[in-house]
């Protein structure tokens, strides 16, 4: 299993990035796809999830409005297009992926995830 985070750097507050996570050797449809984001000092935390198997996505209060998260069928990856983007949300974002054995909301705001990515940091900043 192998998950590959790319799309981080350095934007201006308001501005946008989309990050993607390319996924190999597992099949979607068993599991949930989550990005998570952890802030310097601070624990990390779920930002979006989706459930593959019935199509249910979560997203932090924080990010509603803001973040969408989507899937490239073709190729297996994941994004998280980011818009109107704060100093907040500051962090390195992990794409992870976790068996479907309880809510996509569950797994999110919990950290239940089985495969971690190495991560991509994102810096808001002016």
């Known amino acids: 299993v192998q998950l590959v985070e790319s799309g981080g750097g350095l934007v201006q507050p308001g501005g946008s990035l989309r990050l993607s996570c390319a996924t190999s050797g597992f099949r979607l449809a068993n599991y949930a796809i989550g990005w998570f984001r952890q802030a310097p000092g601070k624990e990390r935390e779920g930002v979006s999830c989706?459930?593959?198997?019935?199509?249910?996505?979560y997203y932090a209060d924080s990010v509603k409005g803001r973040f969408t998260i989507s899937r490239e069928n073709v190729e297996n990856t994941v994004y998280l297009q980011m818009n109107n983007l704060e100093p907040e949300d500051t962090g390195v974002y992990y794409c992870?992926?976790?068996?479907?054995?309880?809510?996509?909301?569950?797994?999110?705001?919990?950290?239940?995830?089985?495969?971690w990515g190495e991560g991509t940091l994102v810096t808001v900043s002016s």
């Open positions: 992870a992926a976790g068996s479907l054995w309880t809510t996509v909301q569950d797994m999110c705001t919990k950290n239940i995830m089985d495969f």
């Open positions: 989706f459930d593959f198997g019935d199509g249910s996505i």
